[in-house]
């Protein structure tokens, strides 16, 4: 099925930003949920945000007011922006796709690390 590769991690200061880049190698339109999880070693992976086939957001309480999730349906690209970077959201972010049954049951991408310094 769809391959997802993620991009745009890496070791910023607290305040800082970032922007995470999931490519998938065929359309996205159709997906029922596309998202971003993260995990810290020893920790159970969390959901950070989602959007919706229609564009329905979700976003994880500790991210909002300071990530933005978003996707561009022609470029089969989904979006994480992520401003007023904490040390607490330092982790490994993945990329998923979720055609409706939860996504564990989905696809996922490699993860790209997301350093936040104090």
């Known amino acids: 099925q769809v391959q997802l590769v993620e991009s745009g991690g890496g070791l910023v200061q607290a305040g800082g930003s970032l922007r995470l880049s999931c490519a998938a190698s065929?359309?996205?339109?159709?997906?029922?949920?596309m998202g971003w999880y993260r995990q810290v070693p020893g920790m159970q992976r969390e959901m950070v945000a989602t959007?919706?086939?229609?564009?329905?957001?979700n976003y994880a309480e500790p991210v909002k007011g300071r990530f933005t999730i978003s996707k561009n349906t022609a470029r089969n690209t989904m979006y994480l922006q992520m401003n007023n970077l904490e040390p607490e959201d330092t982790a490994t972010y993945y990329c998923?796709?979720?055609?409706?049954?939860?996504?564990?049951?989905?696809?996922w991408g490699q993860g790209t690390q997301v350093t936040v310094s104090s």
């Open positions: 959007i919706s086939r229609g564009g329905i957001t």
């Open positions: 065929k359309s996205i339109s159709s997906i029922a949920f």
């Open positions: 998923n796709a979720d055609n409706g049954w939860g996504p564990r049951f989905g696809f």
